[in-house]
Antibody, heavy 120, light 114 residues
């Protein structure tokens, strides 16, 4: 059974860079049928898609976050990563990684989520 | 961006009764090329990540009980729980994937027991 697990610091200072890793197990990250995505949920708020990447490093981004986001994948380590630079308190959220269907961009498997707070 | 608007924001339903959630997109998410509606529904129970319920608006995901149904086309969609169970208490989200470079979710509908 596919499992995704987010990891990274739970606290980031304003203006610094938020970095998270999603480790994939129980399935192959080298899948031509899937993308791998980051989605966040601010406290008490809804869901916001951030970015997606394929195993061949094809990427696409939420236009509202694109200037601050880097997404990468390391198929040898079965993980993909998110970097969000110049963070502010508005970036405080639970960050989920998820598997995205290649031919139809819905998300069929999710990690448990990682809470990242932006505070000095 | 395609804006997804859900209603109501919350609803309280008695156990065994029907719950109906609507999702409206700001433009059509029905593809003329394949006649599919590019809409998914998710359930998020407290303290858990979202869980896929439906894709293509009405295709039930694996393991989803048949008391859940998805319907609608074009810009107007509905998620129905025919007989609410205690484990259905959750927030439900719709998501459009018609615009693949700008995936967007609805604001969520919280379902509680009356």
């Amino acid at each position: 059974q596919l499992q995704l697990q987010e990891s990274g610091p739970g606290l980031v200072k304003p203006s610094e860079t938020l970095s998270l890793i999603c480790t994939v197990s129980g399935g192959s990250i080298n899948s031509r049928n899937h993308y791998w995505a980051w989605i966040r949920q601010s406290p008490g708020k809804g869901l916001e898609w951030i970015a997606s990447i394929s195993y061949i490093e094809s990427t696409y981004f939420n236009p509202s976050l694109k200037s601050r986001v880097t997404i990468s994948i390391d198929t040898s380590k079965d993980h993909f990563s998110l970097s969000l630079k110049s963070v502010t308190a508005a970036d405080t959220a639970v960050y989920f990684c998820a598997r995205e269907i290649f031919t139809a961009s819905y998300f069929d498997s999710w990690g448990q989520g990682a809470l990242v707070a932006v505070s000095s | 961006d395609i804006v997804m608007t859900q209603s109501p924001d919350s609803l309280a339903v008695s156990l065994g009764e029907r719950a109906t959630i609507t999702c409206k997109s700001s433009q059509t998410i029905l593809s003329s090329s394949n006649n599919q509606n590019y809409l998914a529904w998710y359930q998020q129970r407290p303290g858990h990540p979202p869980r896929l319920l439906f894709y293509w608006a009405s295709t039930r995901a694996s393991g989803v009980p048949d008391r859940f149904s998805g319907s609608g086309s074009g810009t107007d969609f509905t998620l129905t729980i025919s007989s609410l169970q205690a484990e259905d208490v959750a927030v439900y989200y719709c998501q459009q994937y018609f615009s693949t470079r700008a995936l967007t979710f609805g604001g969520g509908t919280k379902v509680e027991i009356k």
